[in-house]
């Protein structure tokens, strides 16, 4: 899996699912109608400022709420290319990972705007603007794989085009 490297966008802490994708815009089953209102009860413009590759970093408890996956299809499809969180909900966490939305668990010190790198592989975050890096515990080659290959119906259908 590639380097992912952009700007940070903070959030606090117990960011639940109707705050990443409000329960009214689940009438769609278009991602890119969701992505259009993602984080907008944190910060209506954030689906016209977030870039592709962008960096979401949270408190504590990220994506606790309901079990729709709509949340992290949501995120993905914006552009954000990693979740950091001090922690997550399972279910939240389970869900990215299928989709293939890194999420990482590891208290990080940054700033809204820090340009931060990803290396999922090695397990660092290195804060470009402030010039520090930090570990985390790497992804399972189980994980790692579903990532690679954009998701777990991705993954399946890769493999089973292999038989």
Avoid at 36 to 55: L, R, T, Y
Avoid at 90 to 114: C, H, M, Q, W
Wanted: aromatic content about 8%.
């Amino acid at each position: 899996m590639d380097i992912m490297k952009g700007k940070v966008w903070k959030f606090r802490d117990s960011i639940d699912t109707d705050v990443i994708i409000a329960g009214r815009y689940l009438r769609t089953f278009n991602p890119q109608d969701l992505a259009d209102h993602v984080m907008e009860a944190e910060d209506p413009e954030f689906s016209q400022k977030v870039n592709e590759g962008d960096i979401i970093v949270a408190g504590w408890n990220f994506g606790c709420g309901s079990s729709r996956e709509q949340a992290p299809v949501a995120i993905k499809t914006a552009g954000v290319s990693v979740v950091i969180a001090k922690s997550f909900a399972r279910i939240f966490y389970r869900n990215a990972i299928n989709i293939g939305l890194p999420v990482i668990t590891a208290d990080i010190g940054v700033d809204e705007g820090d340009i931060v790198e990803v290396n999922v592989e090695e397990g660092t975050i290195t804060n470009i603007t402030k010039e520090n890096t930090v570990k985390f515990k790497p992804f399972d080659p189980t994980m790692l794989n579903i990532l690679e290959n954009g998701g777990l119906v991705e993954q399946y259908l890769k493999n089973k085009g292999e038989e």
